[in-house]
C-alpha cells in the first residue's frame, strides 16, 4: 500500500483559511465552547513565520476552513516487527507468553528480514496517514537477526527523512542473557544512530532485576544514552523493577528526564495510596511512564500519573503484528480511547486530552489562552476536518494532510 500522502514542497508557503482555535466560551466557570477564526499562515524555513488575519484573496494553498494542530507523536512504537502490508494474519492462542513469543520469532524473523525495509515504510505511511510525524521506536537487537534490524530500519527512516522522524531504542526482544545478547547490545550502544538502551522484563526473562539494570544503566552512562525498559511484569518483581530504576535515577541525576518505563502494568494493580507513592517517587525522579492504554485486565493509572506530574508518553506499541492483532497507527484514536477510559467528556477536558497523541503541547492554554501557533514555532502540524480540539478527540477526526518541519504532505483527494 503506497501513502495517500504526495510530498508538494519543501520551499517557503503561506496557507489560507486556517482555522485556529483562539479561546474558550464560558458558562459561568465552564467551558462550552472553543472560539475558533480563519487566519493565514506563512511558512519559511522549516518554521512558522507568521500567522494573520486571514486573507481570502490571498496567493496561497487553500486550507478550506480546516483545523490546524500540532503533529501527532507516538512514543512507543516498533517499526521494525509488522505483518501491516502483508495478508492478514490474527493472533495465534498457542504463544501465550513472551517466551513462547520468543520461540516464535527466532524461527520467523529471518524471513521477515528479507522484506522490513519495505514494510517499515509501509507502516511509516499509515501513520502519516494519520497525521504522525515523530516516533519513538523500539527495534530488534537478538542472536538471531544481530543488528540487521536496525540497519533495516534505518533505510526504511532515510527513504522517509523528509516527512518523517524517529528517536531509536535498542531492544533486547529477547533477553540480555536469556539469549547471548549483551555483546550486541555493547556494539548498538556505541552507534551514535541509536538514542535509549532498552530492555525486558529483568526478573521473568533473565532472572535477576539487579543483573540486569545494573548491565542497562552503565550501558546509558558509558554512551550518553537514554533508557526505556519494557516491564510487562505485575506484582511484587515488577514493582522492585520500577523502584530499582527510580533508585539508580537519583544516583545519577544525568538520567533524570530520560529514563522511561514501558507498560508498567504492575502500576494498574495497586492500592489508590500506593498508585499515589509511587507516582510521587517517579515524578521526583523524573522517570516517566510509556504507555499503549491497555485496558481489559489492566487499566493504568494515568489520571494520578499526571497529577502528580510524571511524563506520560503514549504510544501504539504494536500495529497489525505477530504480537497483537490490534492496534491501528491513529494516535488520536489513542487520545479518544483515554478521554473515554477516564471520563473526559466536557468540551473543556476533552481539548486537553488531545496532548496525548501530541505530546503536551496544545493550541490553548488552561486558561483559554491561544499558545500555540506562533512565530517562531517548528512548522510542524496536521489539518484535520474538526471544529476544534475536542471534537477532533470526540470522533477520532480525519487527517487531511500534514506538515513536518515545513515540508507539505498534501493528502489526495
Avoid at 53 to 68: P, V, W
Avoid at 74 to 100: E, F, I, N
Avoid at 240 to 254: V, W
Wanted: include cysteine; charged fraction near 25%.
Amino acid at each position: 500500500m503506497q501513502s495517500e500522502y504526495q510530498l508538494l514542497s519543501a520551499e517557503n508557503f503561506t496557507l489560507k483559511n486556517v482555522r485556529l482555535e483562539t479561546g474558550f466560551e464560558y458558562d459561568h466557570e465552564d467551558v462550552i465552547k472553543t472560539k475558533t477564526d480563519l487566519f493565514c499562515v506563512e511558512i519559511a524555513e522549516g518554521k512558522i513565520k507568521t500567522v494573520k488575519t486571514n486573507d481570502i484573496s490571498a496567493n496561497a494553498i487553500d486550507a478550506r476552513g480546516k483545523l490546524m494542530l500540532p503533529a501527532f507523536r507516538d512514543m512507543h512504537v516498533h517499526l521494525d516487527k509488522t505483518l501491516y502490508g502483508l495478508p492478514w494474519q490474527a493472533l495465534s492462542p498457542k504463544r501465550k507468553t513472551v517466551k513462547d513469543m520468543i520461540a516464535y520469532e527466532q524461527g520467523i524473523i529471518q524471513e521477515l528480514l528479507k522484506t522490513s525495509v519495505q514494510r517499515g515504510g509501509q507502516l511509516i505511511d499509515l501513520l502519516q496517514n494519520y497525521g504522525t510525524n515523530f516516533a519513538r521506536t523500539h527495534f530488534n537487537i537478538d542472536p538471531t537477526s544481530g543488528l540487521v534490524s536496525l540497519e533495516n530500519l534505518e533505510k526504511a527512516l532515510e527513504n522517509k527523512k523528509d516527512s518523517f522522524r524517529a528517536e531509536l531504542v535498542a531492544f533486547p526482544q529477547h533477553g540480555l542473557y536469556y539469549t547471548d545478547t549483551v555483546p550486541l547490545m555493547k556494539e548498538a550502544a556505541a552507534l551514535k544512530s541509536v538514542d535509549f538502551i532498552g530492555g525486558l522484563d529483568p526478573y521473568s526473562i533473565d532472572g535477576s532485576i539487579e543483573k540486569v539494570l545494573d548491565f542497562t544503566v552503565q550501558l546509558a552512562l558509558d554512551h550518553k544514552k537514554g533508557i526505556d525498559i519494557h516491564l510487562h511484569e505485575i506484582g511484587d518483581s515488577g514493582m522492585k523493577t520500577i523502584n530499582y530504576l527510580i533508585d539508580k535515577a537519583i544516583e545519577n541525576p544525568i538520567l533524570q528526564g530520560n529514563t522511561f518505563v514501558s507498560h508498567a502494568f504492575a502500576l494498574g494493580h495497586l492500592s489508590l495510596k500506593e498508585t499515589e507513592r509511587i507516582a510521587e517517587r517517579l515524578a521526583g525522579a523524573k522517570v516517566g511512564i510509556a504507555s499503549s492504554v491497555p485496558f481489559r485486565g489492566t487499566v493504568m493509572p494515568l489520571p494520578i500519573l499526571k497529577k502528580y506530574g510524571v511524563n506520560v508518553l503514549i504510544g501504539n506499541d504494536n500495529v497489525q503484528d505477530y504480537w497483537s492483532t490490534f492496534g491501528s497507527g491513529n494516535m488520536l484514536q489513542k487520545a479518544n480511547l483515554i478521554a473515554e477510559l477516564y471520563g473526559y467528556e466536557t468540551e473543556f477536558d476533552l481539548s486537553r486530552t488531545l496532548e496525548f497523541a501530541t505530546q503536551s503541547r496544545l493550541p490553548l492554554d488552561d486558561k483559554g489562552n491561544q499558545q500555540w501557533p506562533k512565530s517562531g514555532d517548528e512548522a510542524s502540524f496536521v489539518l484535520v476536518d474538526a471544529s476544534c480540539s475536542a471534537e477532533a478527540v470526540a470522533r477520532i477526526s480525519k487527517v487531511e494532510s500534514l506538515v513536518n518541519k515545513g515540508y507539505l504532505l498534501w493528502k489526495e483527494s
